[in-house]
């Protein structure tokens, strides 16, 4: 076991979990013809997934509106009068 989690990647977990989920799991898994721990593994890493590409795109929104604010600023620094100093 230890050698195929190594290689797969994989390491051993405990969680609890409700008892109707795991048979929802299994209910489900058996109709895809796969075990139920290697659909949660997928689901959760569908999950992950999803969830790194939401933060990603958030982070990049708001990256995004500081840049147009800094810009909006800076033309308005820009445009401000300037005092211009008798000789």
Same mark, same amino acid.
Request: with cysteine.
């Given at each position: 076991?230890? #050698? %195929? =989690?190594?290689?797969?990647?994989?390491?051993? *977990?405990? %969680?609890?979990? &409700?008892?109707?989920?795991? !048979?929802? +799991?299994?209910?489900? #898994?058996? @109709? =895809?013809g796969?075990g @139920? &721990?290697?659909l949660?593994? &997928? *689901?959760?890493?569908? +999950?992950?997934?999803?969830?790194?590409?939401? %933060?990603?795109? &958030?982070?990049?929104? !708001? *990256?995004?509106?500081?840049? #147009?604010?800094?810009?909006?600023?800076?033309? !308005?620094? =820009?445009?401000?009068?300037?005092?211009?100093?008798?000789?």
């Open positions: 076991d230890e #050698a %195929i =989690n190594e290689s797969l990647g994989l390491k051993l *977990v405990t %969680i609890r979990l &409700q008892k109707s989920l795991i !048979e929802d +799991f299994k209910t489900i #898994a058996k @109709y =895809n796969i @139920y &721990q290697p949660m593994r &997928q *689901v959760l890493t569908r +999950f992950a997934e999803a969830e790194k590409k939401r %933060i990603i795109k &958030q982070l990049m929104s !708001e *990256v995004e509106r500081c840049e #147009a604010e800094r810009h909006i600023a800076k033309e !308005e620094t =820009n445009k401000a009068p300037t005092k211009r100093k008798r000789a």
